[in-house]
């Protein structure tokens, strides 16, 4: 580091072989560093008033410059002090920008960081100019502290502003496989017709069977999850919908831009999946008018029902809202089989959730009973039965490209250092930016995600 010139000052040699204040020396002759009690109680010395603050301020100065020789150094313990100062704001100001990563926190953190590093590089500046004059002697120490902490706003306030903002904001999809034990069959929904090739539901005998269906099965909702899994099979009918709930409207939605009734079936928690193989059986009954399709539309179709698969930890509309919903118009007059892929999203910014890979296959019926325009006609009834093929559960991870993580280490590469300075030509405490190898230490770390899928 450059040094004063134009000022010699005459130092004695017995001054020059006297250990400095804070340093201690062992019995084979090598000086250590030991901490002087008024660092020990800088920590100690703040108060709620603005004297305890005045007089930690002090005590940190006197220190300084008992380790840096008196006070006709350069620079001045004030200014090391200011820049102490300073790099305490920075790391504060630091925390925000890291658990708020907008633009508008970006451009004051950017504005207060050029403030602090050019108010400490005008005193800095100044008070080297007026080294010379005043005959102070230059400490290197000092000088490092100052200038690694100048350096460290600008570099640290650069990278954050060009390439770290950015990062932190950078959104990346990481994929990831796991094993589901005993998944809970998702939420089923089928929604009333809204035009006459559509079959018209009857809400008043709705059933649904875990596993094989039995008349005397006990209800699915009653049981836990080791009993379900022990045994045949169990009714969840009572995850249908109420008749007093569709009474109140409770179960509507605008589908197809027309406000809809839909019928859904929760199945509880303990409605789960011994494997692939074991299906959850749904019946929906319905009628049909086949005069009326041909009237309004010129022709006779199949009849159709929309059906919708999602989470059962939401409500359709949720789900619906944030497009995690399944739909599908399959043939009610037919029998269908849903495979049930599991994939779970983790998002940033909302609840994660089951968002379901679902292939549908239906074998049609040769008749058609319940054909309201004729006589004799009877209830028809969809058949669906689902099933997971497998257990294997892809996870769908949304993160930031970049984040912030803080670990703890030792032998860490370090560029920045604070702590006792050996190497230095004055025994004393600083920062200093030669890049060193620490002992132990905490380190922050910015770290770069890879993107996967």
């Not at 099979?233 to 179960?251: A, I, N, Y």
């Not at 930031?400 to 803080?406: A, I, L, M, S």
């Amino acid at each position: 580091m450059p040094r004063s010139q134009g000022a010699q000052v005459s130092v004695p040699l017995r001054q020059l072989n006297t250990p400095s204040p804070g340093v201690r020396t062992s019995s084979n002759g090598q000086q250590k560093i030991r901490w002087s009690a008024p660092w020990h109680g800088i920590c100690r010395c703040f108060s709620t008033s603005w004297t305890g603050v005045i007089r930690c301020w002090k005590q940190a100065r006197d220190s300084i410059q008992k380790q840096g020789g008196g006070d006709v150094t350069c620079p001045q313990a004030e200014t090391v002090m200011l820049s102490l100062l300073n790099l305490l704001i920075f790391f504060v100001i630091a925390i925000f920008a890291i658990k708020y990563p907008t633009v508008k926190v970006k451009r004051v953190v950017v504005a207060i960081n050029a403030a602090l590093a050019s108010v400490l590089g005008f005193v800095f500046i100044y008070d080297v100019a007026t080294a010379t004059k005043n005959a102070r002697i230059v400490k290197r120490t000092l000088v490092n502290t100052v200038l690694t902490v100048i350096l460290t706003i600008v570099i640290l306030t650069a990278l954050y502003s060009q390439l770290w903002h950015r990062g932190l904001n950078d959104i990346v999809i990481r994929l990831e496989t796991d094993n589901v034990r005993s998944p809970r069959f998702p939420a089923v929904a089928f929604f009333q017709r809204q035009y006459s090739t559509q079959a018209s539901i009857q809400p008043g005998d709705l059933k649904c069977s875990s596993g094989p269906r039995n008349d005397h099965a006990v209800q699915c909702s009653s049981l836990t999850i080791p009993q379900a899994l022990g045994t045949v099979s169990c009714d969840c009918g009572d995850s249908w919908v109420s008749l007093e709930s569709l009474k109140r409207g409770e179960s509507t939605v605008i589908w197809l831009a027309k406000n809809t009734t839909y019928y859904p079936m929760v199945p509880s928690p303990s409605t789960v999946s011994k494997g692939a193989g074991h299906f959850l059986e749904i019946q929906v009954f319905f009628t049909y008018n086949t005069t009326e399709a041909f009237q309004n539309s010129s022709t006779v179709t199949a009849p159709g029902v929309w059906m919708a698969i999602y989470d059962p930890s939401f409500s359709l509309a949720q789900m619906m809202a944030d497009g995690q919903l399944y739909t599908a118009q399959i043939d009610a007059n037919g029998h269908t089989v849903v495979n049930v892929g599991l994939k779970y999203y983790t998002y940033l910014n909302r609840t994660s959730n089951y968002k379901y890979d679902v292939t549908v296959s239906t074998r049609q019926n040769l008749d058609l009973t319940c054909d309201v325009a004729k006589e004799g006609w009877s209830l028809c009834h969809l058949t669906v039965e689902m099933q997971f093929t497998s257990f294997l559960r892809t996870i769908v991870r949304e993160e930031r490209k970049q984040e912030w993580t803080v670990k703890s280490g030792g032998g860490r590469w370090s560029l920045f250092r604070l702590g006792p300075v050996h190497e230095l030509d004055n025994f004393g405490y600083g920062m200093d930016m030669i890049v060193s190898r620490a002992v132990f230490g905490v380190e922050v770390l910015f770290e770069v995600k890879g993107t996967s899928g």
